[in-house]
């Protein structure tokens, strides 16, 4: 696709999730934690405290995380190598550009974009700069509290960007009415850019959109 139609297209899109989502009902559940390390949500038993197996897919969930062994749920992680065009430029992976986001130098984030899976991942063990101490992220030379409405705006087009992948717009799809977690998500924005709410809203609102616009 030309890549000023898709600008354009993104633009549109990102226009119309923004206001869906003013409107999102989302119900996020706390975990309940047992004695035994199991952890439930719901009544539902995610994982067993004593095997350490852990719940990926039923019926009523889909328990995204990338080492999952069910198909749907490896492929909704942010790990997952979808190429996709974010700013003018070819991604790898959305994990890629959660990691960059921890680079102050534009060069080293560039060549981040073309890393996925967990090797993107891992990259960050090569920065020398700790966005923990202030909560400042960069983006090419630009920085973002990670804190503020600047940077869940640029998580927004983030994912209207990787939305443009066919294929990651059908996984969302095939999720059906079933909830999209991530039990192995960080609690706190303090330790992650991207909580396990965070993530678990994100994707949830981004199922019912995709959902909506597709009737």
């Known amino acids: ?23 999102f009902q989302f119900e996020f559940k706390e975990f309940d934690e047992r004695e035994d390390g199991s952890i439930y949500y719901d009544n539902i038993c995610v994982k067993n405290g004593k095997t350490e197996e852990i719940l990926e897919e039923n019926d009523k969930i889909v328990n995204a995380y990338f080492k999952s062994k069910s198909p749907l749920a490896k492929i909704l992680s942010n790990l997952f190598p979808y190429q996709f065009v974010f700013r003018g430029f070819k991604i790898q992976s959305a994990e890629a550009i959660f990691q960059c986001l921890k680079y102050k130098n534009k060069k080293m984030q560039r060549l981040i974009f073309d890393y996925s899976g967990i090797v993107s991942n891992n ?28 940077y ?9 960007s990787l939305l443009q992948n ?42 019912a959109f995709v959902n909506s616009t597709s009737k």
Not at 12 to 22: A, N, V, Y
Not at 125 to 150: C, Q, T
Not at 177 to 182: E, Q
């Open 123 to 150: 990259i960050k063990r090569a920065s020398d700069y700790n966005w923990r101490n202030d909560h400042i992220l960069y983006f090419l030379g630009k920085p973002m509290n990670r804190d503020g409405k600047e």
């Open 166 to 207: 066919p294929l990651y717009r059908n996984a969302l799809k095939n999720v059906g009415n079933r909830y999209i977690m991530h039990s192995i998500g960080e609690k706190e924005t303090t330790e992650t850019l991207f909580t396990r709410y965070e993530f678990e809203r994100q994707l949830n609102c981004l199922k």
């Open 152 to 160: 869940e705006d640029f998580i927004d087009e983030l994912y209207i």
């Open 1 to 23: 696709m030309n890549k000023l139609i898709l600008k354009i297209k993104i633009k549109k899109e990102l226009k119309k999730f923004k206001e869906f989502k003013k409107s």
